[in-house]
């Protein structure tokens, strides 16, 4: 609203007449009309008066936003995602290898440039490598993470030179939903020696279903076949072993006769 409209505006609602209001700021009732018609503009001394009789600012009442106007609408708030990240460095060192590493982030992963890697003896972040070694990357001697490679490896996708334990797990001795191995545990078990629901081995497998050389469960399919609900003994089983497998270790045939 401009000037002159805003002194109308102000002046009726004051309920003064163009005279009137001229009396109260010492000017004649044309200095009023020439104001509101915008034919002049007032003096700075009359521009402090009205402010003062209208109780507004000089700014509102020349038609500019303040302020306090402003103040009296809603902020506007930026939303934005803004990724953490997490940093330790032990200044302690092992063959040049930090002791600890840690280096962790959020919505860095796969950001170009933002991948958060940690290496040390004790590693642990988004990528992790070392002696231990914990991330959603891991490998390790001893690696524990989604995904994990290692001597000692435990993931939900753990590669294990010795042991992996995992919901897909590749090891010599592994454990999982599916597992492959020398000597393989889970819900699918494969490998030379197999114990799962379904188990599916090289030499002797044991489950629900089994399929090896010796086959022990209650649907199997090899050339010695075995069901535990049958009368056949932990001795019998051993003998079948040592006859098809002769030098297999002692801890195995423990193992398997106690499928009977």
């Not at 303040?66 to 330790?88: D, F």
């Not at 890697?117 to 690696?143: D, E, H, P």
Request: positive net charge; hydrophobic residues 45%.
């Amino acid at each position: 609203m401009t000037f002159h409209e805003q002194l109308i505006t102000l002046r009726k609602q004051k309920g003064l007449s163009q005279e009137q209001l001229g009396e109260q700021l010492g000017v004649t009732r044309q200095t009023i009309s020439k104001w509101e018609l915008g034919i002049t503009t007032p003096e700075m001394d009359k521009l402090i008066q009205l402010s003062d009789l209208f109780q507004i600012s000089i700014d509102e009442l020349v038609g500019r936003s303040t302020g306090s106007e402003a103040s009296r609408q809603a902020p506007v708030r930026e939303i934005r995602y803004v990724p953490w990240h997490y940093e330790y460095k032990s200044s302690r060192t092992f063959h040049g290898l930090p002791l600890i590493h840690i280096n962790l982030g959020s919505g860095r992963l796969f950001m170009p440039g933002g991948i958060c890697r940690a290496k040390g003896v004790i590693a642990i972040g988004n990528i992790a490598t070392g002696i231990f070694a914990f991330g959603a990357l891991s490998a390790g001697i001893i690696s524990i993470g989604g995904i994990s490679v290692g001597l000692l490896s435990i993931g939900g996708f753990a590669l294990g030179l010795l042991l992996a334990l995992g919901g897909l797990s590749i090891g010599t001795v592994s454990f999982g939903g599916l597992a492959i191995g020398i000597l393989s545990f889970g819900g699918c078990a494969v490998g030379v020696y197999a114990m799962g629901g379904a188990a599916i081995g090289q030499k002797i497998a044991a489950g629900d279903y089994a399929r090896a050389a010796i086959a022990i469960g209650n649907t199997t399919l090899g050339q010695i076949c075995i069901n535990p609900g049958s009368n056949i003994t932990s001795d019998a089983v051993r003998s079948a072993v040592m006859q098809l497998f002769p030098g297999t270790w002692e801890i195995i045939i423990r193992l398997f006769t106690m499928a009977i």
